[in-house]
């Protein structure tokens, strides 16, 4: 193996190895709470979604990455590399779709009384599994160009106006399906991280009007009740800050393929290196920020310790 895919290899077995575990608690997590409670909140079902895309997307994407770095191509025919690109791509997209979806969330959940976006808090719950439907039926429809185009590496030359993932090709039919296809990406990405933008900005303008007014407060129970909203507005505003830097490295190497109808490998292994860190950093964050996944984790510990206890009293007697 050669320094680059030394490298390719370590980085995505680092990613896999955070992201999966990560995103899979996660899951767990919120599955026992709708078990045992038998409702989740609006911002707990994004979260859950958010974690489900993001364990997908490191499935299709982290794991044949992997594989790649260590020249392993074996089993990917073309319908393979067309299910593998499709749904790596589909829920990239819709990691956006969500990420930009609980933002919103937060927006409306912080919003004064006098704000119009309070009038929408009542109608959260109904229109949520709705949006989601609606963003799935988005993503997955504007990602077509990895079933009509993709297919497996066959030989080692390839094409012009082809990407190259190192497991799989898409290769397009002409140059402007390539640059059609890119381009598309780019405004339907563009459009949502600007959105998450504004979003994140209208938080931030809450949280320092909150953080005036209660200054001179010395109540700590006013403050304790406020806690809640302001660190899940800190921990969206923070999952929106790290995908804006991800997108923007991952988004000017897409900008310049298009303007290169052979891209070296090395470049797509970087842009889909910062494509995937978004959803191994997000399980990171929500894990160290989420008091319902704290809570979880932490009643584990006493259980695991009462029956370790337990087994070893039975051992004695």
């Not at 402007?176 to 979003?199: C, E, K, P, Q, S």
Request: net charge positive; charged share 15%.
């Amino acid at each position: 193996m050669d320094l680059r895919a030394i490298l390719k290899a370590m980085f995505f077995l680092i990613l896999n190895g955070v992201g999966i575990p990560g995103n899979s608690i996660i899951l767990g997590v919120f599955t026992h709470i709708a078990v045992t409670e038998s409702k989740l909140l609006p911002a707990d079902v994004l979260v859950a979604h958010l974690s489900f895309v993001n364990l997908l997307l490191t499935l299709t994407q982290g794991i044949p990455q992997t594989f790649s770095a260590f020249a392993y191509k074996g089993f990917y025919d073309t319908p393979t590399c067309q299910f593998l690109i499709f749904t790596s791509r589909v829920t990239r997209a819709l990691s956006i779709s969500v990420t930009f979806l609980l933002s919103i969330y937060q927006c409306i959940t912080i919003a004064a009384a006098s704000s119009p976006l309070s009038c929408l808090k009542p109608k959260l719950s109904e229109c949520l599994w709705p949006l989601l439907a609606f963003f799935w039926l988005l993503d997955g429809s504007t990602t077509y160009a990895s079933i009509l185009y993709g297919s497996q590496i066959q030989n080692v030359t390839i094409q012009q106006f082809a990407i190259n993932l190192g497991y799989c090709l898409v290769q397009f039919p002409s140059k402007a399906a390539y640059v059609y296809n890119g381009i598309m990406y780019l405004t339907r990405d563009l459009l949502f991280v600007i959105l998450m933008a504004a979003a994140s900005t209208y938080i931030l303008v809450i949280l320092y009007q909150h953080r005036k007014r209660v200054r001179g407060i010395r109540s700590r129970d006013r403050l304790h009740g406020t806690s809640a909203e302001t660190r899940a507005a800190k921990t969206v505003v923070t999952l929106v800050t790290l995908y804006v830097i991800f997108f923007g490295v991952d988004n000017m190497i897409w900008v310049y393929t298009l303007t290169d109808s052979q891209v070296p490998a090395l470049l797509n292994d970087v842009r889909v290196l910062f494509s995937s860190l978004y959803a191994t950093v997000c399980p990171v964050v929500v894990i160290i920020s989420n008091r319902k996944v704290n809570r979880e984790l932490q009643c584990i510990k006493p259980e695991k310790q009462v029956q370790k206890k337990n087994l070893f009293m039975k051992k004695i007697s």
